[in-house]
């Protein structure tokens, strides 16, 4: 005690600390007052070292009753701290054993009645903590019987309570003396009286309750729902008992069980809305899984609860339609947001109809997500009427944008044929005028006719080709075919292009495959190659060049016109067989025509079973044009024979005009120039003319002259070319009902030919009129028809 304390302290602490463990105590915390009491019990041993015969005087321990109050705090029992008095003794016996000290008895004593004192008083607050505890514990006992929320009881096998707690008292109504006065049965309400004996009998017999639930009789005569769970003891003859009201959660699920009656009612009610309705109906739940699909779903689909609720539903949609559904309606149900899509539904036959599936979210009173509630209709017939008007309106659209193309080439073609037709009109008005002044040389004036002929027949191929064009609109354009040389029909149209292709320097070459020949109408043919080589020699620029290549390529006759002209954009080449189309149509345009050329070219070629093509590599490149015929089946000459030999054919020269001396004419026509120009023409011939300014006029003159011959423009105002000759015809022979009449019109059309005719004409000259073939109808009428004897 002396030199080794400290390690006495650490052999101590080492012991001691397991026993500590569960405690989790620091070391400072086990050490506690141990330090203070070694050095107490040292000044014990020392005292009584000094004091040999008497007995050392054992007194109160102050610092191990403080140990003993620290370690009953801690949460250590009387056995621990008796375990750490018992470990410090054998401690301090076992060193003093290694040091090999002789110890007296007499210390031995003192250190062992020490340690045993102090012992003492550690546990002496250990003991007053336990009693405390026994009666603390009784009145926790006490107040829990008397203070809990639940009835507490306890009743005899005779039926009497023996004890009640507030509670119960409180609960109902009546007082403890009253409760304890008569039979509890006298409480229980008369249908559970049978129960609650029952009940009685188990616990006679030692079963306990766990619950049991009857009504209980309040002093107020109203009744109130108790549940029971009892515990017996049969040898004290005694029953335990708690019981709890429960009338108000009675009421609640009375009224839970009307509400849930109501909830399968409406939910029946529901059920049988649903699966009548037109429409299908789903429900989900907050996962998006489907609990619910009505009988149109199922009578549709052919699908059955088994096959369609969950996800199974998206097994009867079209494949095309799969992934965005899922998408949308998984996205929605995050978002809690309401969706319409539409998707095709397979029905029962396997065909797929388009339906509309629109779905809306579910929300409880308390703004909780249930789910979504839906609806799909069938759209399929609103879908094909949404096709159809979609169809219809872009039909109309394309309608209207080709109305509204067709109209803007219509002015455009307005615009260009006026200037086409005007072009050759000033400068026949022009050297018409220069003519009247008689100043011209005789050079000039020769010139003058020239240029008035050449734009005359300028307008009447204009005129030729808008009547084709009419001929191929209604459908009317005839064929008269024939076996085609192409090489003669290449050789005139050279010919007629020439002049214009010397003017400009253009070299014109051709290179011909003379056993080429088709089966088909000669001058159309004709009318194709000449549009073909005008079209290139007007578009190819001084001093070009234009190359016409007609050969053979297996059963087709190719003819290739290729020019070193302005050639064609890539944009205007799908138009350039079009009606009315031109590349340039504004008024700064370069070169002439109405853009109807190669549209006839395209018609005639393929009424001739062949095709025809343009190619061009950009403007300002050249063009080239390809004719594709079938080869004629006729029996063809070998090309290694010669050529029979033909007579000579005299070259014919222009006929003098018939002469008509002698012959009475009547000109019948509203334009005074075009009666007048007749009355020139024929009076230069001999004829006796004379005129009329109408279809009345022409009556009267034709009843009083008598004339040979009578010719009548068509189109006049009132009564018409086709009127006055009705009118004629219906005269009897001597006032000249049978007088030769020649129809003098600018409608050419063959039908109107045919209609002239049948109206009683004779024969029918088109404007602007030939004066030889005027001059050569009416000597022949004239020579057929013997004029009437006069009168």
Same mark, same amino acid.
């Given at each position: 005690?002396?030199?080794?304390?400290?390690?006495?302290?650490?052999?101590?602490v080492?012991? +001691?600390s397991?026993?500590f463990?569960?405690?989790?105590?620091?070391?400072?915390?086990?050490?506690?007052?141990?330090p203070?009491?070694?050095?107490e019990?040292?000044?014990?041993?020392?005292?009584?070292?000094?004091?040999?015969?008497?007995?050392p005087?054992?007194?109160?321990?102050?610092?191990?009753g403080?140990?003993?109050?620290?370690?009953?705090?801690?949460?250590?029992?009387?056995?621990?701290?008796?375990?750490?008095?018992?470990?410090?003794?054998?401690?301090?016996?076992?060193r003093?054993?290694?040091?090999?000290?002789?110890?007296?008895?007499?210390?031995?004593?003192?250190?062992?009645?020490?340690?045993?004192?102090?012992?003492?008083?550690?546990?002496?607050?250990?003991?007053?903590?336990?009693?405390e505890?026994?009666?603390?514990e009784?009145?926790?006992?006490?107040?829990?019987?008397?203070?809990?929320?639940?009835?507490?009881?306890?009743?005899?096998?005779?039926?009497?309570?023996?004890?009640?707690?507030?509670?119960?008292v409180?609960?109902?109504? !009546?007082?403890e003396?009253?409760l304890?006065?008569?039979p509890?049965m006298?409480?229980?309400?008369?249908?559970?009286?049978?129960?609650t004996?029952e009940?009685?009998?188990?616990?006679?017999?030692?079963?306990?309750?766990?619950?049991?639930?009857?009504?209980?009789?309040?002093?107020?005569?109203r009744?109130?729902?108790l549940?029971?769970?009892?515990?017996?003891?049969?040898?004290?003859?005694?029953?335990?008992?708690?019981?709890?009201?429960?009338t108000?959660?009675k009421? =609640?699920?009375?009224?839970?069980?009307?509400?849930?009656?109501?909830?399968?009612?409406s939910?029946?009610?529901?059920?049988?809305?649903?699966?009548?309705?037109?429409?299908?109906?789903? =429900?989900t739940?907050?996962?998006?899984?489907?609990?619910?699909?009505?009988?149109? !779903?199922?009578?549709?689909?052919?699908?059955?609860?088994?096959?369609?609720?969950?996800?199974?539903?998206?097994?009867?949609?079209?494949?095309?339609?799969?992934?965005?559904?899922?998408r949308?309606?998984?996205?929605?149900?995050?978002?809690r947001?309401?969706?319409?899509?539409?998707?095709?539904?397979?029905?029962?036959?396997?065909?797929?109809?388009?339906?509309?599936?629109?779905?809306?979210?579910?929300?409880?009173?308390?703004?909780?997500?249930?789910?979504?509630?839906?609806?799909v209709?069938d759209?399929?017939?609103r879908?094909?009427?949404?096709?159809?008007?979609?169809?219809?309106?872009a039909?109309?659209?394309?309608?209207?944008?080709?109305?509204?193309?067709?109209?803007?080439?219509?002015?455009?073609?307005?615009?260009?044929?006026?200037?086409e037709?005007?072009?050759?009109?000033?400068?026949?008005?022009?050297?018409?005028?220069?003519?009247?002044?008689?100043?011209?040389?005789?050079?000039?004036?020769?010139?003058?006719?020239?240029?008035?002929?050449r734009?005359?027949?300028?307008?009447?191929?204009?005129?030729?080709?808008?009547l084709?064009?009419?001929r191929?609109?209604?459908g009317?354009?005839k064929?008269? =075919?024939?076996?085609?040389?192409?090489?003669?029909? %290449?050789?005139?149209?050279?010919?007629? %292009?020439?002049?214009?292709?010397?003017?400009?320097?253009?070299?014109?070459?051709?290179?011909?495959?003379?056993?080429?020949?088709?089966?088909?109408?000669?001058h159309?043919?004709?009318?194709v190659?000449?549009?073909?080589?005008?079209?290139?020699?007007?578009?190819?620029?001084r &001093?070009?060049?234009?190359?016409?290549?007609?050969?053979?390529?297996?059963?087709? =006759?190719e003819?290739t016109v290729?020019?070193?002209?302005?050639?064609?954009?890539?944009?205007f080449?799908?138009?350039?067989?079009?009606?009315?189309?031109?590349?340039?149509?504004?008024?700064?345009?370069?070169?002439g025509?109405?853009g109807?050329?190669?549209?006839?070219?395209?018609?005639i +070629?393929?009424?001739?079973?062949?095709?025809?093509?343009?190619?061009?590599? &950009?403007?300002?490149? &050249?063009?080239?044009?390809?004719?594709?015929?079938?080869?004629?089946?006729?029996?063809?000459?070998?090309?290694?024979?010669?050529?029979s030999?033909k007579?000579?054919?005299?070259?014919?020269l222009?006929?003098?005009?018939?002469?008509?001396?002698?012959?009475?004419?009547? %000109?019948?026509?509203?334009?005074e120039?075009?009666r007048?120009?007749?009355?020139?023409?024929?009076?230069?011939?001999?004829?006796h003319?004379?005129?009329?300014?109408?279809?009345?006029e022409?009556?009267q003159?034709?009843?009083?002259?008598?004339?040979?011959?009578?010719?009548?423009?068509?189109?006049?105002?009132v009564?018409?070319?086709?009127?006055?000759?009705?009118?004629?015809?219906?005269?009897?022979?001597?006032?000249?009902?049978h007088?030769?009449?020649?129809?003098?019109?600018?409608?050419?059309?063959?039908e109107?030919r045919?209609?002239?005719?049948?109206?009683?004409?004779?024969?029918?000259?088109?404007?602007p009129?030939e004066?030889?073939?005027?001059?050569?109808?009416?000597?022949?009428?004239?020579?057929?028809?013997?004029?009437?004897?006069?009168?």
């Amino acid at each position: 005690m002396d030199t080794d304390r400290e390690a006495l302290l650490e052999d101590w602490v080492a012991r +001691v600390s397991p026993l500590f463990t569960p405690l989790r105590l620091s070391r400072e915390q086990i050490v506690d007052a141990l330090p203070a009491f070694l050095e107490e019990l040292h000044a014990m041993l020392a005292k009584a070292e000094e004091d040999a015969d008497g007995q050392p005087a054992l007194h109160h321990s102050e610092i191990s009753g403080a140990h003993g109050r620290q370690r009953l705090r801690l949460g250590a029992d009387v056995s621990l701290v008796t375990r750490e008095y018992a470990l410090l003794r054998d401690c301090i016996l076992t060193r003093a054993e290694r040091a090999d000290m002789d110890v007296p008895p007499r210390q031995l004593r003192v250190l062992s009645a020490c340690i045993d004192n102090a012992l003492a008083q550690a546990v002496i607050p250990f003991a007053f903590d336990s009693a405390e505890r026994r009666h603390a514990e009784v009145e926790e006992r006490e107040r829990f019987f008397q203070l809990s929320p639940d009835m507490f009881s306890v009743a005899g096998m005779d039926g009497y309570f023996k004890r009640v707690n507030a509670h119960f008292v409180h609960v109902l109504g !009546w007082s403890e003396a009253e409760l304890y006065q008569h039979p509890f049965m006298d409480l229980v309400h008369p249908d559970d009286q049978a129960a609650t004996r029952e009940e009685l009998r188990k616990l006679s017999q030692g079963i306990p309750t766990l619950r049991f639930e009857n009504r209980f009789r309040t002093r107020d005569g109203r009744y109130r729902w108790l549940a029971w769970s009892s515990r017996p003891v049969p040898e004290l003859g005694l029953l335990y008992a708690a019981a709890r009201d429960i009338t108000e959660q009675k009421a =609640v699920a009375q009224e839970r069980e009307q509400l849930l009656e109501a909830v399968r009612d409406s939910e029946t009610r529901f059920r049988e809305m649903a699966d009548h309705a037109p429409v299908m109906l789903w =429900v989900t739940d907050a996962q998006g899984s489907t609990t619910y699909l009505n009988r149109g !779903w199922y009578a549709f689909t052919g699908q059955t609860e088994a096959t369609g609720l969950g996800l199974g539903w998206l097994d009867a949609l079209h494949p095309d339609d799969l992934e965005r559904t899922r998408r949308t309606f998984t996205d929605s149900n995050a978002a809690r947001r309401p969706f319409r899509l539409d998707y095709r539904l397979r029905g029962t036959d396997g065909h797929y109809r388009w339906a509309v599936d629109t779905g809306s979210p579910r929300f409880d009173a308390d703004g909780n997500f249930l789910g979504y509630i839906g609806s799909v209709i069938d759209i399929s017939d609103r879908k094909q009427a949404e096709v159809e008007r979609e169809a219809l309106l872009a039909r109309e659209s394309a309608a209207r944008r080709e109305a509204e193309e067709a109209n803007q080439l219509k002015d455009e073609f307005l615009a260009t044929i006026s200037h086409e037709l005007r072009t050759p009109l000033t400068a026949i008005l022009g050297w018409v005028q220069l003519l009247r002044t008689g100043n011209l040389r005789e050079s000039r004036q020769e010139r003058a006719l020239e240029t008035i002929e050449r734009n005359a027949r300028a307008q009447g191929q204009l005129i030729e080709d808008l009547l084709d064009v009419s001929r191929i609109v209604s459908g009317k354009l005839k064929l008269d =075919v024939a076996p085609v040389d192409l090489s003669t029909a %290449v050789q005139q149209a050279l010919e007629s %292009v020439r002049p214009a292709a010397d003017a400009r320097h253009i070299e014109v070459r051709a290179t011909v495959d003379t056993s080429s020949s088709v089966m088909g109408d000669p001058h159309r043919i004709q009318q194709v190659v000449w549009n073909l080589l005008s079209n290139a020699v007007k578009f190819t620029p001084r &001093g070009g060049h234009v190359r016409l290549v007609v050969c053979r390529r297996d059963s087709l =006759v190719e003819l290739t016109v290729e020019d070193t002209g302005q050639g064609i954009s890539e944009a205007f080449l799908p138009h350039v067989f079009e009606r009315f189309r031109q590349a340039d149509s504004g008024s700064t345009r370069k070169t002439g025509g109405l853009g109807l050329g190669l549209s006839i070219v395209r018609h005639i +070629v393929e009424m001739h079973g062949g095709t025809v093509s343009a190619a061009s590599d &950009g403007e300002g490149r &050249g063009a080239t044009f390809t004719v594709r015929l079938p080869l004629s089946v006729t029996q063809r000459r070998d090309p290694a024979m010669p050529p029979s030999p033909k007579p000579p054919v005299a070259q014919r020269l222009p006929a003098p005009p018939p002469e008509l001396g002698g012959v009475r004419v009547l %000109v019948v026509d509203d334009e005074e120039d075009a009666r007048e120009l007749l009355r020139t023409l024929l009076e230069d011939s001999g004829a006796h003319v004379v005129t009329a300014g109408s279809a009345v006029e022409g009556l009267q003159v034709l009843q009083a002259e008598h004339p040979d011959v009578l010719v009548s423009d068509i189109g006049m105002p009132v009564t018409d070319g086709y009127g006055f000759i009705e009118r004629v015809r219906a005269l009897p022979p001597e006032k000249g009902g049978h007088t030769p009449a020649v129809a003098i019109t600018a409608y050419a059309r063959s039908e109107d030919r045919t209609r002239v005719l049948r109206a009683g004409f004779q024969s029918h000259v088109p404007k602007p009129v030939e004066p030889g073939e005027l001059l050569a109808v009416i000597a022949s009428l004239a020579d057929r028809y013997p004029a009437l004897p006069k009168a």
